[in-house]
């Protein structure tokens, strides 16, 4: 978030509190001052009239010994500086000056009231916004006009004092004083709705960023993603596809596009968009892909796509597991000789959370398909593993007898499967 300086600041928020400084030493005249004093407070007046900042604060530090046992001129010089200060870009000079005015007790409601409004804007300068939001507060009480971006730097000096409430009324004052909020407003302002659930709210203020600038993707996204917050899915998948059709997604975009379609029950919409987008090379053929693909035309009952898609992933996979589920999908088809190569290629590549329970199926297979050699292999070191032992005993029974032909039998084999 972009700082303010302190000298824009004042000129941005502080024009007519100024103006209440340059009448107060007729006034403090009257309070007792000194002619001499007074004199130099009319001369700063005209160096900060003229945009002399640093000539003010000269003259007025050339005062400041002379005047030590006088407290109220002490507290009228103090408020000068702070001023001074602060047409000088020197905000912690600035800061001290105006809550030694302030902590003085002296002076009166008008020139305090001004004073809290450059402490705010010093504290906010420096990243003391604790501080920073207790004077802009106290000035905000009783301004009786307040620019637009007086209210955001209240309500971006209350978010970052941890005061969310705060934070949140402050930036509704600026959005709805600005006639064109700049995005930084309202997306501080959107970020408080969301974190605290007010989706409702949240969606004009987005839909204003889209009406301001349709070809911001961010836009967007952010409308696409408080539809899905509020589990309107139907709009946020309508929202993405907008942005997608006007050129306005990226990678990420794509894939929470593809996420939605196959969420709103159109997983083979959402898996020909992603084979479309892996074929225009928008997106990386890779392994996370392929297996958003592959779940794609699963959910879609396109089983010999999914597992057309599935063998490719498992080339790519970091681990044998895709071979694996390869090898199921074939045994539910009886396929075996394809199940048996898959279980084979799975335990090369290894990685696997359940190796036992890989080479028991890799044994069954390999019966199914007439290899004993290799199901013997692989079945009888399986006899010392507790959780498979009663399994591989059955299966290495088997091996030399006849094939069941027997329907409750052939059941039997495949429960133990």
């Known amino acids: 978030m972009k700082r303010l300086t302190l000298l824009a ?73 702070a001023y001074a200060h602060a047409g000088s870009d020197n905000p912690r000079a600035a800061l001290g000056a105006a809550l030694e005015a302030i902590k003085s007790g002296l002076l009166d409601d008008d020139a305090v009231h001004g004073l809290h409004a450059l402490a705010g804007q010093a504290a906010f300068y420096l990243e003391d916004y604790r ?7 106290q000035w905000l009480q009783q301004a009786s006009a307040v620019d637009a971006d007086v209210y955001y730097m209240a309500g971006y000096a209350a978010y970052r004092a941890n005061r969310p409430d705060t934070a949140i009324v402050y930036l509704e004052q600026a959005t709805a004083l600005h006639k064109a909020p700049s995005p930084a407003i309202i997306q501080l302002l959107l970020s408080l709705y969301i974190d605290r659930k007010a989706y409702a709210k949240a969606e004009p203020l987005v839909k204003r960023l889209i009406a301001d600038a349709p070809q911001t993707r961010e836009w967007w996204l ?17 929202t993405m596809m907008l942005a997608y059709y006007a050129g306005q997604a990226k990678q990420s975009d794509i894939l929470q596009l593809v996420r939605l379609n196959a969420q709103q029950g159109l997983p083979a919409k959402a898996a020909r968009l992603l ?21 794609c035309w699963r959910l879609a009952r396109e089983n010999g796509q999914a597992a057309q898609v599935l063998a ?23 396929d075996w000789r394809s199940a048996k190569t898959h279980f084979q290629q799975g335990l090369r590549k290894g990685g696997l959370r359940r190796v036992h329970q890989a080479r028991l199926w890799l044994g069954i297979a390999a019966f199914k398909t007439d290899d004993a050699a290799l199901a013997r292999q692989v079945l009888e070191p399986l006899l010392e593993v507790e959780n498979v032992k009663h399994e591989a005993s059955y299966w290495l029974k088997r091996i030399d007898r006849p094939k069941y032909t027997h329907m409750y039998q052939h059941s039997v084999e495949i429960s133990r499967m």
Do not use: C
């Open 9 to 81: 600041g004042a000129r941005m928020i502080a024009l007519a509190i100024l103006v209440q400084v340059y009448t107060a030493p007729a006034w403090s005249q009257e309070n007792g001052v000194s002619n001499a004093t007074f004199q130099v407070l009319q001369q700063a007046d005209a160096f900060l009239r003229q945009g002399q900042a640093e000539r003010a604060r000269q003259a007025l530090s050339g005062l400041q010994d002379r005047i030590k046992d006088n407290a109220y001129e002490q507290a009228v010089v103090l408020q000068y500086l």
């Open 222 to 238: 952010y409308l696409s993603s408080l539809y899905a917050h509020q589990n309107r899915y139907d709009q946020a998948l309508a």
């Open 312 to 334: 490719e992933a498992a080339v790519l996979a970091p681990n044998g597991e895709d071979f694996l589920m390869l090898g199921r999908l074939s045994m539910q088809r009886n």
């Open 131 to 137: 501080a920073s939001i207790d004077h802009l507060a």
């Open 275 to 295: 084979e479309t987008e892996m074929a225009n090379q928008r997106l990386v053929r890779n392994y996370e892909h392929l297996k958003l693909l592959y779940s």
